[in-house]
């Protein structure tokens, strides 16, 4: 009998654990809260990156494109700078005019998404707020709308 209320005692603390994982709070380079749950309604990608990662240079303005696009209707872009200095990611944001929400993290922090093993590794929520995809490597304005596109069809 207690290894039962045992063993329903650690899957109700797995359910849980699982569920809040999905909900991150980060706090942007303005000090802003950017929490999944505020973004109801709209998909979320969240994008990790470092100012010295020629990958994640390149797909920065097809981000930028993708969230100015969408913002105010259907999608939010996320970018967590990791592997940075402060100083570096916020002189790099100035420059390049970033215009969606850039988080300064570490790899502590990226745990409340997931493994970050590479970068860019992108992480997708879909408006319900559930992960729907992933990707270690660079993602597209293009391949990102095709995604979406193909799931609201279904």
Known sequence: MKLKHILSATILLLAAGSASAQDFVFKDLQGQAQRLSDYRGKWVLVNFWATWCPPCLEEIPDLIALHEAHKNTDLVV?????????????????????????????????????????????????????????????????????????????
Request: charged share 25%; glycine share 6%; net charge positive.
């Open 78 to 154: 996320i970018g967590v700078a990791l592997d940075s200095t402060k100083e570096s990611v916020v002189e790099f944001v100035a420059k390049k005019r970033i215009s969606y929400p850039i988080v300064f993290g570490d790899y502590d922090m990226a745990t409340q998404v997931g493994e970050v093993e590479a970068l860019p590794t992108s992480y997708l929520y879909d408006p319900s707020g559930k992960l729907v995809s992933y990707q270690q490597g660079m993602v597209t304005r293009s391949s990102v709308e095709s995604y979406i596109k193909s799931k609201k069809k279904k």
